[in-house]
């Protein structure tokens, strides 16, 4: 079955540093990948996508590789703000079909990003 | 766009009681979805509705849980006999039901089982 791993947290950076979130999945198939964002208090909402393999998914200064060789989709992003600080989830979900909205989520990683 | 809301935001309750919770998508959506995350986790496909047709379930699902979407609508997914296991936040997410689109996430109902 579907599995997506990401590496443990919780993370603290301070203002402006380098994220790297790790995330790497195992799927049969070609899944399409997923970063989804948590802000305290608010629902899960789509940070970034890719669909296919080498394809580079971006949003707000986030961005994430699909690597199809090595099966990661990490997450980093140049300069982290205070105002990034949330929880971060890797998912995944098998294209084509009828089941595209059937998400399968890694463990989430809480980031904290101080002033 | 009022984003998909859920009802109640926490819940309460005894172990051995029935609960219902309510879920409303953003309206031109028909894909409707529930997840559980229980803390620390992720979240965990339980179920989802083309309209009103429930087209997939999850192992997750016991048969104690059950959900509707009547008319294609808003949903309700019910808890018969609540175990203390069942406490976790319940998701609801809705989506236009196209391949690689974002779902977007109700904020979740808080179930604690005493």
């Known amino acids: 079955g579907n599995s997506v791993t990401q590496m443990e947290g919780p993370v603290t950076l301070s203002e402006e540093a380098f994220l790297t979130i790790n995330c790497t999945y195992t799927a049969t198939g070609y899944p399409s990948l997923f970063w989804y964002v948590q802000y305290p208090g608010e629902g899960l909402q789509l940070l970034l996508k890719?669909?296919?393999?080498?394809d580079k998914g971006s949003n707000k200064g986030f961005e994430a590789t699909y690597r199809k060789e090595t099966t990661s989709f990490h997450l980093e992003k140049g300069s982290v703000q205070v105002s990034d600080s949330a929880v971060y989830f890797c998912?995944?979900?098998?294209?084509?079909?009828?089941?595209?909205?059937?998400?399968?989520f890694g463990q989430g990683t809480i980031l904290t990003v101080h002033p | 766009d009022t984003g998909v809301s859920q009802d109640p935001r926490h819940k309460i309750t005894k172990r051995g009681q029935n609960v219902t919770f309510r879920c409303d998508p953003i309206s031109e959506h028909n894909r409707l979805y529930w997840y559980r995350q229980t803390l620390g986790q992720g979240p965990e496909f339980l179920t989802y509705?083309?309209?009103?047709?429930?087209?997939?379930k999850s192992r997750l699902l016991s048969d104690r849980f059950s959900a509707e979407r009547p008319k294609g609508s808003f949903s309700t997914l019910e808890i018969q006999r609540t175990e203390q296991g069942d406490s976790a936040m319940y998701l609801c997410a809705s989506s236009l039901g196209l391949t690689n689109e974002k779902l977007f996430f109700g904020s979740g109902t808080q179930l604690s089982v005493l």
């Open positions: 509705f083309q309209n009103e047709a429930q087209l997939e």
């Open positions: 998912a995944l979900t098998n294209a084509g079909g009828t089941s595209y909205g059937k998400l399968t």
């Open positions: 890719a669909t296919k393999a080498d």
